[in-house]
């Protein structure tokens, strides 16, 4: 099974400051046919998770251009350039290279 | 656009089995390729994918769970089921239905892009 470690557990954020995440797999998420199958989601209070990323680092419809994605192998980062109101949540990634698909822990981001 | 309703008991009792369906609208659960997946979220915690099944019957389980889940899937009614065996309180979580887009070598693939909204459930006598 592959784990996914993700950092912080908590990330008290200012509107309009900028917030990082990480995420790293306990194996390389990279297919032989090129694409490394990983996700951020989003699951905002009382709401079912939202793609966020895919790839590692493609915008999923909707998402707005503050959201980043980065990355490749085994560590991973999202980026938001100004946090908003609207993002405070909490963040998983997830691995889907290889069965059972495997999520982090969360990573919860709330305004200070 | 297509929509995913969990639907199922909210108390189960201790040793008793599960059975969540989830009801698929806006597309057939036939069409594309697409697994039917169930993951579940413990209280206050994170997420954890039990299984998926595709049209066609195919499965794949979460190893901790394989001996007591099972995923079936009636294309008749658009719909598919989990049964979850033995429960316990340690089983008691918020039961989500979602479509898992599965198109290996493309651009998009490998994604949870749809969800139900969830079921919560507990298990107590």
């Known amino acids: 099974e592959i784990v996914m470690t993700q950092s912080p557990l908590s990330l008290p954020v200012t509107p309009g400051e900028p917030a990082s995440i990480s995420c790293r797999s306990s194996?390389?998420?990279?297919?032989?046919?090129?694409?490394?199958?990983f996700y951020w989601y989003l699951q905002r209070p009382g709401q079912s998770p939202q793609l966020l990323i895919y790839?590692?680092?493609n915008r999923a419809s909707g998402v707005p251009d503050r959201f980043s994605g980065s990355g490749s192998g085994t560590d991973f980062t999202l980026k938001i350039s100004r946090v908003e109101a609207e993002d405070v949540g909490v963040y998983y990634c997830?691995?889907?290279?290889?069965?059972?698909?495997?999520f982090g822990g969360g990573t919860k981001v709330e305004i200070k | 656009q297509v929509q995913l309703q969990e639907s199922g008991p909210g108390l189960v009792q201790p040793s008793q089995t599960l059975s969540l369906t989830c009801t698929v609208s806006?597309?057939?659960?036939?069409?594309?390729?697409?697994?039917w997946s169930w993951i579940r979220q413990h209280p206050g915690k994170g997420l954890e994918w039990i299984g998926y099944?595709?049209?066609?019957?195919?499965?794949d389980y979460t190893p901790s769970l394989r001996s007591r889940a099972t995923i079936s899937v009636d294309t008749s009614k658009n719909q598919f089921s989990l049964n979850l065996s033995s429960m316990t309180a340690a089983d008691t979580a918020v039961y989500y239905c979602?479509?898992?887009?599965?198109?290996?070598?493309?651009?998009?693939?490998?994604?949870?892009?749809?969800w139900g909204q969830g079921a919560l459930v507990t298990v107590s006598s």
């Open positions: 979602a479509r898992y887009h599965y198109d290996p070598g493309s651009d998009y693939s490998n994604i949870f892009d749809y």
């Open positions: 806006g597309g057939s659960i036939s069409g594309g390729t697409y697994y």
């Open positions: 099944i595709y049209h066609r019957g195919n499965t």
């Open positions: 194996q390389s998420l990279l297919h032989i046919n090129g694409y490394t199958y």
């Open positions: 790839l590692g680092s």
């Open positions: 997830m691995q889907a290279l290889l069965t059972p698909l495997t």
